[in-house]
């Protein structure tokens, strides 16, 4: 927490599957333990493999939605995912907060929270593939599919410090740390890890 900051950060992280979204999130958190790294909710068996996350039923996902449990969810891949509402302790304890989140859900997020910020981790296709080969969990059909949704368009408007994590992994995460300590003005401006 920055001194003088009373309140905590939002920052979603999107990007396209096999960036390497879920380990520079576990590297960044292992940097600084301050941050809060949310721990989604998804209907999806626990033992799948993956990011740590919650699984759950697809029944006990619409109870917790109904119920006002998620401070933002979304439908992906088959899946619904939900980002729990519980984050706002951390936030009103001066912990910066991140969470993986979808880019189908950005403008959703930034409506619920206004200072929101976007670190947006991507790769070129191939690696992409090579990753999401090596990960063993989806057959060529699935990532093919996942492929076609590479290049996409973030909404406008939102401050994107874009992560390309194609070399190093250390340089990624050096950007990737970095982009939780730069100014809003410069966030806007930045197109890639320099």
């Not at 600084?32 to 029944?59: M, Q």
């Not at 984050?87 to 859900?105: C, E, I, K, T, Y």
């Not at 340089?171 to 809003?184: D, L, N, Q």
Request: aromatic content about 6%.
């Amino acid at each position: 927490m920055t001194a003088g900051r009373m309140t905590g950060r939002v920052f979603a992280v999107v990007g396209p599957s096999g960036a390497g979204k879920d380990t520079l999130i576990a590297e960044a958190a292992a940097a600084r333990p301050d941050l809060h790294v949310v721990r989604r909710v998804i209907t999806r068996p626990s033992e799948a493999g993956g990011e740590p996350f919650e699984g759950v039923t697809e029944a006990e996902f619409a109870a917790r939605r109904a119920r006002g449990e998620f401070a933002l969810f979304w439908q992906a891949h088959g899946l619904h995912y939900g980002i729990p509402a519980s984050m706002a302790a951390a936030l009103a304890a001066g912990r910066d907060v991140v969470f993986n989140a979808s880019r189908a859900a950005l403008e959703t997020a930034s409506a619920r929270f206004p200072e929101m910020r976007v670190i947006h981790v991507t790769a070129p296709v191939a690696e992409l593939a090579r990753r999401l080969a090596a990960r063993g969990r989806e057959t060529e059909a699935d990532i093919a599919e996942r492929l076609t949704r590479s290049g996409y368009a973030l909404p406008p408007g939102l401050p994107v410090q874009t992560v390309v994590n194609d070399g190093p992994l250390e340089a990624a995460i050096k950007t990737f740390i970095a982009a939780f300590e730069t100014a809003p003005n410069d966030l806007a401006r930045k197109t890639d890890h320099d």
